[in-house]
């Protein structure tokens, strides 16, 4: 099962672009690449995944270099909502997800 | 139309009691899972469970245990009730069968407190 790394926290100011950034280094080759986003008091929320390059939705953009050893959250724009704490983790079917320590995100006024 | 919810929300207990946290989907997924947060915020599975394999985290005590009475339901119960069993409490779920997205629902947690 994939460790992920990734920083502690983020600080950003409103309207600009945030780029959290995770390191998988034993990422599984059957693993997805999934984040997840949890505000206090609340469960975490499936934000995004991909296996390979570019995934965009309509919340974030995920890009994933061609080794796959480490991948890029852009949250574009961001606002005071999105202050929360942002997981990075493998994912290949049930009881594949670890969680760890997570990007606490703070957005600034 | 909530998709997973558990309930109670929260649940204040001694030491040594019994307790049950209850955990419904009304999404149709065919895995459901428990997870337990502790206070600095480290989100652990403790199981998943579909109608095929229940998978029990090593590290769980026997004194949990998860119970199903059907797919759209697993409760959690919880004996000996001990002072480092106190966290945050969240169900989840996931449709697992035809691949990707890998995505888990997850509940509103349960805030456990154990005096």
């Known amino acids: 099962l994939a460790k992920t790394t990734q920083p502690i926290s983020m600080d950003s100011y409103e309207g600009q672009e945030v780029n959290i950034t995770c390191s998988h280094n034993?990422?599984?080759?059957?693993?997805?690449i999934t984040w997840y986003q949890q505000f206090p008091s609340q469960g975490p929320r499936f934000i995004i995944q991909g296996y390979k390059t570019k995934v965009t939705n309509e919340v974030a953009s995920l890009f994933i270099p061609a080794d796959r050893k480490s991948s890029t959250l852009s949250l574009p724009r961001v606002s005071l909502s999105d202050t929360a704490v942002y997981y990075c983790?493998?994912?290949?079917?049930?009881?594949?997800?670890?969680f760890g320590a997570g990007t606490r995100l703070a957005v600034h006024p | 139309d909530t998709a997973v919810s558990q309930t109670p929300k929260y649940l204040v207990t001694q030491m040594g009691n019994d307790k049950s946290i209850k955990c419904e989907q009304n999404l149709g997924h065919d895995t459901m899972y428990w997870y337990k947060q502790d206070s600095k915020k480290f989100l652990k599975i403790m199981f998943s469970?579909?109608?095929?394999?229940?998978?029990i985290n090593e590290t769980v005590p026997n004194r949990f245990s998860p119970k199903s009475p059907d797919k759209a339901h697993l409760n959690l119960h919880i004996n000996s009730l001990e002072l480092g069993d106190s966290a945050v409490y969240f169900c989840?779920?996931?449709?697992?069968?035809?691949?990707?997205?890998?995505?888990?629902?997850f509940g509103p947690g349960t805030r456990l407190t154990v005096t």
């Open positions: 469970y579909n109608n095929k394999e229940l998978i």
């Open positions: 989840a779920s996931s449709q697992d069968e035809g691949g990707p997205p890998y995505e888990q629902y």
């Open positions: 034993n990422i599984a080759t059957n693993d997805y």
């Open positions: 983790l493998g994912a290949g079917g049930y009881n594949k997800l670890i």
